[in-house]
């Protein structure tokens, strides 16, 4: 499981989202092997002067990804490169306006239809 809180500039990205989602998909699906119907994306867009962070552009985001504990340190290191390497490019931003956090935290902390995550059987690997 993997959910991903994006934050950004309301002027800026608003009727961008998709775009971004897409770019981010592409890089859970290579980097982490989630099945594409696994997309768990919240942009959380601000006004200007909700977001300060002089020494960004108006294009900065911020990518919070949530998930569970298991993912080598290889694994996030490749899906922070993929971040960078479709998302600078796809959107015509610069590697400084993108900044990505993975939080982990034990599956049994996940509650999802009805249980807890540790109780689940997964369509996928976490042990990468």
């Known amino acids: ?3 991903v ?4 500039r309301r002027d800026i990205w608003a009727g961008r989202q998709r775009t971004v989602s897409d770019l981010l998909q592409e890089c859970f699906e290579t980097a982490w092997e989630l099945p594409s119907g696994k997309r768990f994306h919240r942009f959380l867009l601000l006004d200007a002067d909700d977001m300060i ?3 960004r552009s108006e294009q900065y985001l911020i ?3 949530l998930c569970f504990t298991g993912r080598s340190d290889d694994a996030k290191r ?3 490169r993929a971040v960078y ?3 600078v490019p796809g959107l015509g931003v610069a590697p400084d306006d993108i900044e990505i956090t993975i939080v982990e935290m034990p599956k049994v902390n996940w509650g999802i239809r009805g249980v807890p995550a540790d109780e689940l059987t997964l369509n996928y690997r976490v042990d990468l």
């Open 1 to 3: 499981m993997a959910q």
């Open 53 to 55: 962070c002089p020494q």
């Open 78 to 80: 490749d899906l922070i």
């Open 63 to 65: 990518i919070e990804v």
């Open 85 to 87: 390497e479709r998302l």
């Open 5 to 8: 809180k994006v934050y950004g």
